[in-house]
């Protein structure tokens, strides 16, 4: 079983920063890809970033080079870091881990971008 916990979320203009962390608990002794996806309002869940566990990453294209991802495999904990946020990135965040041949999520941390 893994636990996940995001936080880091809130509001902010356009144009702001936010930074997302998750942290990973439970009894495994190391976690595959981990990352992030998003829902927005009436909107299906939409994969904004995944690392590997060998740190790998790829990026939504709607996000490339605003949004960063990284983790900490000593942590067990994946961040992500969003630049240049815009109104369109208004959603709930969730964070997942795969282990083996499942995958986890978290409960997701909401993100509100005003313009």
């Known amino acids: 079983q893994v636990q996940l916990v995001e936080s880091g979320g809130g509001s902010v203009q356009a144009g702001g920063s936010l930074r997302l962390s998750c942290a990973a608990s439970?009894?495994?002794?190391?976690?595959?890809?981990m990352g992030w996806y998003r829902q927005a309002p009436g909107k299906q869940r939409e994969l904004v970033a995944t690392i590997t566990s060998g740190g790998s990453t790829n990026y939504a294209d709607s996000v490339k080079g605003r949004f960063a991802i990284s983790r900490d495999n000593a942590k067990n904990t994946v961040a992500l870091q969003m630049n240049s946020l815009k109104p369109e990135d208004t959603a709930v965040y969730y964070c997942?881990?795969?282990?083996?041949?499942?995958?986890?999520w978290g409960k997701g941390t909401l993100v509100t971008v005003s313009s």
């Open positions: 997942w881990a795969a282990l083996l041949y499942y995958i986890y």
């Open positions: 439970g009894s495994f002794v190391s976690l595959n890809a």
